[in-house]
């Protein structure tokens, strides 16, 4: 029933008690059939406000510039685009087996996120509504796999504290993620930001000078790219339903 519907009128007090009710249950019921869960775009607004106002201003600032200098890099130029062919590659989850894309898009369109670790808060958002999404997405019969620069001890953590059922792989060195053009080195400000904070290259192993991109691609099951989303903002993310869209809008036969 819509909001602006009527009810059917009754004669006498109590059938226009009883219609009133029925309306009022009937307009409950469909604000909560209305009410979506949370869009991750909101979540991570909402949590970006929150930090802004706990944050210290010269950090802020920091990060702010740091943004910037990602954008100015080139990053968004190199990285690869819809259309483009998805190079292959194999990577450990985090129980060190292997896993290769060629074997993943053998079964379906592959969902390919990356995070910059489970240090971040926006990435464990992002990851946490991709993870609410996996019936969704299996039944598109769509893969879903992240990738981050962390090593295999780390990436288990960030599976678990997150609950992901789905696989989480570590692209130690960044090997991947500059195949993909999505690397890009830490901006000298938000490096300095992190000094003292934040080990990187303790966390990831090798010399911590390099983040990928908040990127997530759609690949089909030639290996084509069908969806991209790329934001210099790290706070920025894919929002599931439209990766989930892009999924359902790829042929059955390749």
């Known amino acids: 029933m819509k909001r602006d519907a009527k009810p059917m009128p009754l004669a006498g007090p109590l059938s226009r008690g009883l219609a009133a009710a029925l309306l009022a249950l009937a307009t ?22 929150k930090a802004a106002k706990s944050a210290p201003a010269d950090r802020l600032r920091a990060y702010e510039q740091g943004i910037e200098d990602v954008r100015k890099s080139g990053v968004l130029d190199r990285a690869l685009k819809v259309g483009d062919r998805a190079p292959d590659f194999e990577l450990p989850d985090a129980n060190g087996k292997t896993v290769r894309l060629s ?65 989480v792989l570590s692209d130690r060195g960044g090997k991947v993620a500059r195949d993909y053009g999505v690397a890009y080195k830490i901006p000298g400000v938000v490096a300095e930001q992190f000094r003292g904070r934040l080990d990187l290259a303790k966390h990831n192993g090798g010399d911590g000078d390099e983040l990928p991109l908040g990127a997530t ?7 084509i790219i069908r969806y991209a989303f790329l934001d210099a903002d790290y706070r920025k993310r894919a929002e599931p339903s439209d990766v989930l869209d892009a999924v359902r809008a790829i042929p059955a036969k390749p």
């Open 28 to 49: 409950g019921a469909t604000a909560l059939a209305q009410q979506p869960e949370a869009p991750v775009r909101k979540e991570l607004e909402e949590f970006r406000e």
């Open 103 to 167: 074997d993943l898009r053998a079964k379906g369109p592959v969902v390919l996120t990356w995070y910059r670790g489970g240090w971040c808060p926006y990435c464990n958002i992002a990851l946490r509504g991709l993870q609410r999404r996996l019936p969704d997405f299996r039944s598109a019969g769509a893969t879903l796999v992240a990738i981050s620069p962390e090593l295999p001890d780390n990436s288990m953590s960030t599976a678990e504290k997150g609950h992901l059922e789905f696989e």
């Open 217 to 223: 691609y759609v690949i089909d099951r030639g290996g």
